[in-house]
């Protein structure tokens, strides 16, 4: 593999609809390496997806919890990257123009702010609330959340970012940011993006925050919609549903989706949409099954 490149996630069935148009959207401006970390339960379906699409397929073995399991994974991805300098990207995103300059720069890590959110609001403060009770010998977990919800810090979203780790290495500040997890995990709800807004605000070296452009809200993003280059459908805002949320994101993820129906992307028409129940209870889903 080459030094630089993209990775994405998967685990189980939920995604994995989202997981393609997100691949097919990157693949409209970028043609560099990409590889898909799959953790199982899918079916077989991920590695269509990867051979479709010119990505790397490799497995990764997950630590299995009651709930949040996705979340607590993110934080390890790091082990099993290819590349020197990788840019992870959610599966639930729309690649909507060139990231060639999310790889540029001397930061170690690169983080994404999330729109107009500040830590020290709602709801972003009572995410961070839940650790008040967390232990971890990586941090004073109690000081640093008092901190973060009492300042008004970027609210840091994970669903988009960058970092520096060769194959084999491991950086003091990716190990504290799986350590930190790992003791939220179970406990408290967004471990990894929690985690990771309060070793930023304890310090991070290396580390650049930047606007939403690369990792926008189609509700509460800053930006002009020409401008960004990554939309994240957080909270299945990829589809309008039944009671009319979500339209913002759908009018947005919706069109990739149909191209990818339209060409049967990795025989899409045979196994979507899996698990992904908000898809089909979407009012679109339902015209184009009618």
């Known amino acids: 593999m080459t030094e630089e490149g993209v990775i994405y996630f998967n685990i189980n069935k939920k995604c994995l609809v989202r997981l393609l148009v997100s691949i097919y959207s990157l693949r409209r401006f970028y043609d560099g390496p990409v590889a898909l970390l799959n953790a199982g339960g899918d079916e077989g ?12 397929f490799d497995t990764m073995e997950v ?45 170690e890590l690169i983080l994404t702010a999330f729109g107009e959110w500040r830590s020290n609001g709602r709801p972003y403060k009572k995410r961070c609330l839940q650790w008040s009770d967390i232990s971890c010998d990586r941090l004073n977990v109690q000081e640093t959340v008092n901190l973060v919800i009492n300042h008004p810090y970027y609210a840091i979203n994970t669903g988009v970012f960058r970092f520096d780790c060769e194959p084999g290495e491991q950086p003091k500040f990716l190990v ?12 408290c709800a967004f471990t990894d993006e929690v985690a990771m807004q309060l070793l930023y605000v304890a310090g991070i070296p290396e580390v650049q925050v930047v606007s939403d452009m690369w990792n926008a809200s189609p509700i509460y993003t800053q930006h002009d919609h020409s ?6 459908m957080h909270g299945s805002k990829h589809v309008t549903r039944e009671n009319g949320r979500g339209w913002q994101g759908a009018n947005i993820w919706w069109p990739l989706f149909q191209e990818v129906w339209e060409h049967n992307v990795a025989d899409v028409r045979e196994w979507a949409p899996m698990e992904d129940k908000q898809l089909r209870r979407s009012l679109a889903w339902k015209v184009l099954n009618s």
């Open 227 to 232: 401008d960004v280059r990554i939309w994240h």
């Open 176 to 187: 504290d940011w799986e350590s930190l997890t790992n003791s939220g995990a179970g406990k």
């Open 45 to 56: 379906i991920a590695a269509i997806i990867a051979n479709a699409l010119n990505v790397y």
């Open 63 to 107: 630590k299995k919890l009651r709930k949040h399991t996705a979340y607590n994974a993110k934080s390890s991805v790091w082990r099993c990257t290819p590349f020197d300098r990788t840019v992870f990207i959610d599966a639930d995103t729309v690649v909507s123009g060139p990231i060639n300059e999310l790889f540029l720069g001397d930061a």
